[in-house]
T-cell receptor, first 113, second 108 residues
Framework: NAGVMQNPRHLVRRRGQEARLRCSPM?????VYWYRQLPEEGLKFMVY????????ESGMPKERFSAEFPKEGPSILRIQQVVRGDSAAYFC???????????FGDGTRLSIL | KNEVEQSPQNLTAQEGEFITINCSYS?????LHWLQQHPGGGIVSLFM???GKKKHGRLIATINIQEKHSSLHITASHPRDSAVYIC??????????FGTGTSLTVIP
């Protein structure tokens, strides 16, 4: 029974490139959450998605960041034209319907050169 | 002011000690989570609770909705309990707020 799978575990990009982070939720889970953890800071909520819908994106930066959770395939967090300040650990979590516990992936560590 | 405040920020304990980590929040919530983050960075959800008390092994979590306060207790602490413990609340709009975490070190 696989848990939440995130890939890649580590991603290095140069300033101006695009970063794509993937998250496959646990089997049977239809809710996906993305969080960012900046160096020496706590977790911050970014976006909450259900299949094909963005439910809450109040934590997403207004520009360069987007997220999707298509009918088929993993959820994708996309960062365009990355800057040094985007360097962080990005965690994905998934849950079932209703108020269910969230299960976290191991995160993607994004480093911007 | 953060919506979720944790205390203490750092905690060092001797193996076997009873440990308490506190969390206070200022928003109306539908649920509160206690998370554990190990030095490698992975995050594990320990508890989700909306009332009362839950126990799992040596871990106990309590919540007082009226006082907007939760505690995480670790009995008979062990060096492998060393981690960052994070309190997170979900408001009624499914939005999450996180505490800054309590870094626990248990010394053999």
């Amino acid at each position: 029974n696989a848990g939440v799978m995130q890939n890649p575990r580590h991603l290095v990009r140069r300033r101006g490139q695009e970063a794509r982070l993937r998250c496959s939720p646990m089997k049977g889970h239809s809710h996906v959450y993305w969080y960012r953890q900046l160096p020496e800071e706590g977790l911050k909520f970014m976006v909450y998605l259900q299949k094909e819908n963005i439910i809450d994106e109040s934590g997403m930066p207004k520009e360069r960041f987007s997220a999707e959770f298509p009918k088929e395939g993993p959820s994708i967090l996309r960062i365009q034209q990355v800057v040094r300040g985007d360097s962080a650990a990005y965690f994905c979590a998934s849950s079932g319907q209703g108020y269910q516990p969230q299960h976290f992936g191991d995160g993607t560590r994004l480093s911007i050169l | 002011k953060n919506e979720v405040e944790q205390s203490p920020q750092n905690l060092t304990a001797q193996e076997g000690e009873f440990i308490t980590i506190n969390c206070s929040y200022s928003v109306g919530i539908s649920a509160l989570h206690w998370l554990q983050q190990h030095p490698g960075g992975g995050i594990v959800s320990l508890f989700m609770l909306s009332s009362g008390k839950k126990k799992h092994g040596r871990l106990i979590a309590t919540i007082n909705i009226q006082e907007k306060h939760s505690s995480l207790h670790i009995t008979a602490s062990h060096p492998r309990d060393s981690a960052v413990y994070i309190c997170a609340v979900m408001n009624t709009g499914n939005q999450f707020y996180f505490g800054t975490g309590t870094s626990l070190t248990v010394i053999p």
